[in-house]
């Protein structure tokens, strides 16, 4: 993450316990990409409520990474508070544990989300990850934010993500895909790039990269 790494050397945990820029205009998030081998992924629909742009669109495990303490945490820091909170979502939205960390998937830079909290727009930045799973796990929420949690074919949901989570979905699996699936795809992944493109321009961000769609 070459270019990323500028802003991601300077965040802090803001007294709301949610890591953050310094300016704090921009938080930051993390979503974990559950896959077997036969290529399937573990999806959550968020639940609908009033003046929430994302209601039963389908994303990944995830969410705001949040830690107790406060001021500047660098790289390391980032790394455990990330993993801790990938853990957490993880079992909280999809019952999902896993035995070993997640790994990041490259993004230069990563999206960047967007959604209506209390009346007040707020800006997300999110880091993707992911890690393997046998297809006998069987997902289940406890998560009141997540209607159900399922195993998918990542192709068959792809008009239903959000955004950053069509982006980041769609680029895993995109070496992977012949040229009618990658057709198939493009309108919704075009959508959602322009999307995050506008979010990370009015959180003056590098907008999410999207030379492999190319």
């Not at 303490?69 to 990330?82: N, V």
């Not at 960390?101 to 993004?107: C, L, N, S």
């Not at 009618?180 to 790039?193: D, G, L, T, V």
Request: charged residues 25%; contains cysteine; hydrophobic residues 40%.
């Amino acid at each position: 993450m070459k270019r990323s790494a500028q802003w991601l050397e300077d965040l802090v945990i803001g007294n709301d316990g949610i890591v953050c820029r310094s300016d704090g205009r921009v938080a930051i998030g993390a979503v974990l990409l559950i896959e077997t081998d036969a290529g399937e992924i573990v999806v959550v629909t968020k639940a609908p409520k009033p003046g929430y742009e994302f209601g039963d669109l389908d994303v990944l495990p995830g969410g705001l990474l949040r830690s107790g303490g406060s001021g500047h945490i660098g790289q390391s820091e980032l790394r455990r508070i990330t993993i801790k909170s990938l853990t957490a979502r993880a079992k909280a939205e999809a019952g999902f544990l896993s035995e070993v960390a997640p790994a990041a998937i490259d993004f230069d830079p990563p999206p960047t989300t967007s959604y209506t909290v209390r009346g007040a727009q707020q800006y997300v930045v999110v880091l993707p990850h992911f890690v393997k799973a046998k297809r006998d796990f069987s997902p289940s929420t406890a998560d009141r934010s997540v209607t159900m949690a399922r195993w998918v074919d990542p192709l068959e949901v792809v008009p239903n993500f959000a955004p950053a989570n069509c982006i980041i979905v769609c680029k895993f699996i995109w070496p992977r895909l012949g040229s009618a699936a990658r057709e198939k795809c493009r309108p919704s992944i075009e959508k959602a790039a322009a999307e995050c493109q506008r979010w990370a321009q009015e959180a003056r961000m590098p907008p999410v990269d999207m030379t492999w769609l190319l």
